[in-house]
């Protein structure tokens, strides 16, 4: 590797590493604005799984297969590719349907609405395909779902359910994907041009915005 190759490495990997301190904080805050599960009534309980499902069966693949196809890096599809066959692999829509049914937590009609136009949002914004701003928005999600399990495990045990292989399974392999999404990342920013703040953090406020839909149906 040249020196000028080094210098670029480094420079990259210490913008990623900012990149991953706002995505932390903002994981930490939107955790502590969740409400307490058990302060929560049965139908609230029941609502927060149903819109979470609402939202995760039918989009997360798709989510996932817009940042493959944004990302220009061979390293960034590599990473990419290998989230999207595991999540088609081992069904993980099917994991998700079978954790909220036994936890009587089926969408309904209602649910899917509540939830309609912040998921709409954050459709459109994956729809442009902007490279980098999209792979941030993946790894803040990846990184909010792997500790955001504990809290839909006590939701779902609550309301009497045993299922637990979804939060499981995402608690430990989520942990990875972040890890390899922040690589992609790095390996795609050497492709793409600085951009201001607001616009390589939209994804994330979006994205905050319809996971606070879910906690509160509003």
Known sequence: MTPAAAGLVTSNESKTASIQAHIDRAIEDLLAS?????QLSAEERRGILARYTAVL?????????GAYISVGSDEARAKIMDNL???????????????????????TDADAQA??????????????????????????????????????????????????????VHGVCDVTHTQELFRALEAEMTLNQPMPEKEMFE????????????????
């Not at 069966?57 to 989510?63: A, D, H, L, S, V």
């Open 34 to 38: 969740l409400p307490d599960p058990g």
């Open 115 to 168: 939830v309609y136009r912040n998921l709409m949002n954050v459709r459109l914004f994956i729809g442009r395909l902007s490279a980098v701003p999209t792979v941030v928005t993946m790894a803040f999600f990846e990184g909010f779902i792997q500790r955001f399990m504990p809290y839909l495990a006590e939701l779902a045990q609550r309301q009497g359910s045993s299922e637990m292989e979804y939060t499981d």
């Open 203 to 218: 994804g994330v406020e979006l994205l905050r915005t319809l996971i606070q839909n879910i906690a509160t149906g509003n």
């Open 85 to 107: 066959r595991e999540e088609v692999r081992d069904c993980h829509p099917g994991m998700m349907r079978r954790f909220a049914l036994a936890a009587h937590a089926a969408p």
């Open 57 to 65: 069966e039918g989009n997360f693949i798709y989510w996932m297969t």
